[in-house]
């Protein structure tokens, strides 16, 4: 056990070793992307409502004025102290931006993945065992067809359907006013919130209120795993391991059960920590389909408005999410997968 | 000769492909002692895996079998999937050509022992369990400190040993082997023959060692039987069939065998036939040096050549069978037009 | 496994040609039709209906002028007589009109020219930039392949929507909000895809023997690129450029729906009025919404579906072959001569 721990060490160690190149690379784009767009970012926003000089003297101040080396390095070192300024249009740090509305955004997220691992493996499992049946058709297609679909075009159905006519859901915001402003925040993860303050009516609310986008969101990304489940089950099945164990007189439920379906299901961590970044480009449609305060709403809301701070410090935060995220899915991975770590 | 453990008889297996039916096992009958190793041999593709399959009931989608396969009173051909599946362990074993990839990748050899143990022996206590697969595994030379680890820590080598100690932990009657050393070296392969030995020697279990190296055949099997495009073409022991060969196939395989006396190649013109449309008469007749026309219309019979080596060959008759004039050799237009096909 | 190896049918089928080049290619393409012809049940469903559904939606682009009733960004009447506005359907405008007054049925039939019309365009740009440097890094490997292949994987891990908002964002100040403007951002999401397929396949050709004795008898990198190694690879990419284009409508509906997109009076998009939708919704108006969704949805499962038809054609390994079942015959002959 001691030496699997070790080389367990090693390899996470090495993984973040890896992760670093990539990252800096990630940063870099975003700085000189934001770098490409006309003018300066004090400029762009606030260009037309402050008079020259006003506009020179906060150029200076936000040191805008200095040769984009210096700029740059000052960036990452900023970066490398999580402080990513603030924003222009309302005097926002970024930081905070990210604490209160990432944690909507990591709320609803966080949701959808759970209801898209749950809804894609299932259904995923179910149509792979019974290939060419019309269970397996039909779990195909709908995996297709849901695919397909925008979230904000399941969005805009639910609301119709769930919100309008039925009148279950509600359809905009993370919860009711009154519970908005009553409920005591500590963690901005409302769920959290209302249940460490014992609130369950808050906790009600707030459930009401995911349940809508965090399904559509979670369906649309578990159209993905369905299909990614049945072709790893059925190719896992034809394996040679599982003629073995069937020559061994296994049970055939236990064959699927134990030996097919954990192996069918090793790449979908992997797979999990891809969709990562389309499940982040889906949530930003959600959110604005949803009214929901996350990140993404706020980042649609500041790039409406050039605010070129605000849409840098987004952007790179997320970039070190996904990677933060890909290190820690080969992590699991590894954790899984014995072969992996050698 | 004892009473055999397993008889097959007329066992046909095909495969259901988009042209037809490819008879890639073709009535083929023989039986099994206890104690006794039969080695199967025969070219690439002419049906000695399926027939091994096909006796544990292991067949792909698509395939059918049809025959009796008698074991303990039963015939395992079309028994009911429980059945055949409570037998394949405790009572039939199978071995594999390839041992890199037979274990499950996620689970330790330890687990692969206690689910087998579990399934087919489920009274037992699991520190018995831990008990016998040690000593199985043991008795193949793997250290108990290795228990615990995954498969991809092995070797191919040991893992082949693994998976024979899996097969034997229930001490079944019956172990199919098929070419269980083909994808080791030659030391490895040594030791593995030695294990399938000791086997048969100690439990008295039957193994039927399915392979297309003759040498391993002279060196473990006591009997043989030789196997071309899907039929049993001529069967003895493994000696006397080795010394005195009584059809064309086994004696054009026997001098294919390079050995360091060897001068120039051997090998037997031609290819396989097709198993979806054999050759009408012996399957065989377009490669053979002996044909003659009787051999091209109608089917060889087996005989009996001395006891217990049959062969089934127009060669060794039965002579009244064949028509007057018939046993002039056949044409060589014929041969090369039905060598093309 | 040990299957007798049944020969290929088409190995016999040598069609007689006279000229052997004509016959070459007359062979590779019943090759690759073969699997659309043997296929049966539901992998001939899965191809047809993605070649009916995107032929339906090429058919709408080419002559949107002539099939919608109206055009794009009509409000009124020829006679000057204003649309009502979120009408329900009706005769007069079988899908309803929308909160800009405009016939919805005509804006869904103009949507397919502006969405085939884009993905054309930003699939050209992408293979046009990411083949070559694929090609190049896969073949000549070394520190420009480990640099690129760095690059792309952090472009590849990086939330595309997010990507292309910001690109087309900073091209809208130079290109206005248009067409090529949203071509440019999408083909900005897909250029690191092929790179990594193409580059993936060209590593893995490399090492064949066929282009390994290629170098051996002294061709030139260029030409064991082009006559070796890329006519492989391109025979790949018809199935990679059809599922990008379906997740390329998606892009160019989500950029539209986040107002990055394409103007509403340049073109008419299915993404920008489903986001003008929205609030209906609230009201119960569920035509503004409902076709150009179903527009989208139906195009995207229709390149789908081409795209797994075409990946069964040239990667057959999940493709079942249609059997015919065993039926056994009486025994033959009873074995033994003297039993």
């Not at chain 1, 060490?9 to 690379?25: F, G």
């Not at chain 3, 023997?209 to 025979?235: H, K, L, S």
């Amino acid at each position: 056990m001691a030496k699997q721990s070790t080389s367990l060490r090693a390899y996470l160690l090495t993984r973040i070793a890896l992760a670093i190149p990539m990252l800096l690379i990630l940063l870099t784009l975003v700085f000189f992307l934001m770098r490409v767009a006309p003018g300066d970012p004090i400029s762009a926003a606030l260009g037309g409502r402050l008079t020259q000089e006003e506009l020179d003297r906060r150029r200076a101040e936000a040191g805008y004025d200095r040769p984009l080396a210096v700029q740059y390095v000052d960036y990452l070192g900023d970066v490398a102290t999580l402080n990513f300024g603030e924003t222009i249009v309302d005097n926002r740090p970024v930081t905070e931006v990210i604490v209160q509305n990432g944690a909507a955004t990591l709320e609803l997220t966080l949701t959808a993945m759970l209801i898209a691992v749950g809804v894609g493996v299932s259904i995923g499992l179910v149509a792979g065992r019974h290939r060419d049946t019309s269970v397996d058709f039909a779990g195909r297609m709908f995996g297709i067809v849901i695919y397909a679909a925008p979230v904000f075009f399941l969005g805009f159905l639910a609301q119709l359907v769930f919100g309008k006519w039925l009148g279950w859901f509600p359809t905009s915001g993370r919860a009711s006013p009154i519970v908005t402003f009553e409920l005591e925040t500590k963690t901005n993860l409302f769920i959290v919130d209302s249940i460490i303050s014992g609130n369950w009516s808050a906790l009600a609310d707030v459930l009401r209120h995911l349940v809508l986008p965090a399904t559509v969101l979670g369906l649309v990304i578990g159209g993905v795993f369905i299909r990614l489940v049945r072709v790893n089950l059925i190719q896992t099945l034809k394996g040679d391991y599982i003629e073995a164990a069937r020559a061994r007189g296994i049970e055939e439920r236990s064959v699927v059960y134990h030996h097919a379906f954990k192996n069918a299901l090793v790449p979908v961590i992997t797979v999990i920590g891809l969709q990562f970044a389309l499940l982040l480009s889906g949530a930003v449609l959600t959110e604005q389909t949803f009214n929901w305060p996350g990140i993404g709403s706020e980042l649609v809301r500041y790039l409406d408005n050039r605010d070129y701070i605000a849409v840098q410090g987004i952007i790179t935060f997320t970039g070190i999410v996904v990677i933060f995220v890909s290190v820690f899915i080969d992590f699991v991975n590894a954790w899984v997968d014995p072969r992996v770590r050698y | 000769m004892s009473e055999p453990v397993l008889s097959v008889r007329d066992l046909r297996v095909w495969y259901g492909t988009a042209r037809g039916s490819v008879r890639a096992v073709d009535e083929v009958s023989f039986d099994l002692s206890a104690g006794e190793t039969l080695g199967l041999v025969g070219e690439s593709g002419c049906g000695k895996s399926t027939l091994g399959r096909g006796i544990v009931g292991l067949l792909p989608e698509g395939a059918a079998a049809d025959g009796t396969v008698s074991f303990d009173g039963r015939n395992l051909v079309g028994l009911p999937t429980a059945e055949l599946r409570d037998l394949r362990g405790p009572e039939l074993g199978m071995i594999f050509q390839e041992p890199m990839t037979r274990l499950d990748p996620l689970m330790r050899i330890e687990d692969h022992f206690l689910e087998m143990l579990e399934t087919h022996e489920p009274g037992l206590s699991r520190d018995e369990m831990k008990r016998r697969s040690m000593e199985t595994l043991g008795g193949m030379g793997i250290p108990p400190t290795r228990f615990r680890h995954y498969p991809h820590e092995f070797s191919g080598g040991m893992r082949q040993r693994i998976m024979i100690a899996l097969a034997l932990v229930l001490r079944p009657k019956v172990v199919v082997c098929d070419e269980p050393t083909t994808a080791l070296d030659v030391i490895v392969e040594a030791q593995i023959l030695g294990i399938l030995q000791d086997l048969k020697r100690n439990f008295d279990t039957a193994l039927l060692l399915i392979t297309h190296n003759l040498g391993i055949v002279a060196e473990a099997c006591d009997r043989v039987a030789v196997m071309y495009a899907g039929q049993i073409v001529e069967e003895g022991p493994a000696r006397r069939v080795f010394d005195t060969p009584a059809h064309p196939y086994t004696r054009e395989l026997l001098r294919s065998i390079i050995s360091l006396g060897t001068e120039g190649l051997q090998y037997i013109p031609g290819a396989p036939p097709d198993l979806i449309d054999p050759p009408a008469g012996c399957h065989f007749h377009p490669r053979c040096p002996d044909a003659m026309r009787v051999c091209a219309s109608n089917d060889p019979v087996a005989v009996t050549k001395a006891i217990d080596h049959r062969v089934r060959c127009w060669l060794s008759g039965p002579h009244n069978l064949v028509p007057a004039g018939e046993d002039e050799p056949l044409a060589t237009r014929e041969f090369a037009k039905a060598d093309e096909a | 496994m040990a299957m007798p190896s049944v020969e290929e049918p088409t190995a016999n089928t040598r069609p007689a040609g006279p000229a052997p080049v004509r016959a070459r290619r007359f062979r590779t393409l019943h090759r690759m039709f073969a699997p659309f012809a043997e296929a049966r049940g539901m992998p001939r469903f899965v191809v047809w209906a993605g070649v009916a559904i995107t032929t339906f939606f090429i058919v709408l682009a080419l002559f949107s002028p002539a099939i919608a009733p109206y055009d794009f960004d009509q409000y009124r009447t020829a006679d000057g007589v204003r649309f009502a506005k979120q009408e329900a359907p009706s005769s007069a405008h079988p899908f309803g009109t929308n909160v800009m007054s405009t016939d919805v049925l005509s804006r869904v039939i103009f949507g397919a020219r502006t969405a085939i019309e884009v993905v054309v365009l930003s699939i050209f740009v992408s293979m046009a930039i990411g083949l070559p440097l694929g090609l190049m890094s896969g073949y000549f490997g070394g520190k420009l392949d480990r640099i690129l292949l760095v690059f792309m994987d952090a472009l590849i891990a990086f939330p595309s929507l997010l990507f292309a908002i910001v690109i087309a964002f900073l091209l809208s100040d130079t290109f206005g909000r248009g067409v090529t403007t949203a071509a440019l951002a999408i083909s900005v999401v897909y250029i690191p895809q092929y790179f990594r397929v193409v580059r993936n396949h060209v590593i893995s050709i490399r090492e064949e023997a066929y282009v390994e004795a290629a170098r051996a008898i002294g061709a030139r990198p260029r030409t064991v690129i082009r006559r070796y190694v890329f006519q492989n690879v391109v025979q790949n990419v018809p199935v990679i450029a059809t599922l990008n284009a379906a997740d390329a409508i998606l892009t160019l509906a989500a950029l539209g729906f986040l107002g990055y997109g394409i103007q509403p009076t340049e073109a008419a998009e299915w993404g920008y009025d489903i986001q003008r939708a929205i609030s209906d919704a609230g009201a119960g108006i569920w035509w503004t919404g409902l076709f150009p969704g179903c527009a989208i949805v139906l195009l995207v499962t229709g390149l789908t579906l081409l795209g797994e038809g075409l990946n069964d054609v040239i990667n057959p390994v999940l493709r079942r072959r249609r059997i015919i079942p065993v039926r056994f015959p009486p025994l033959r002959r009873n074995g033994n001569a003297d039993e």
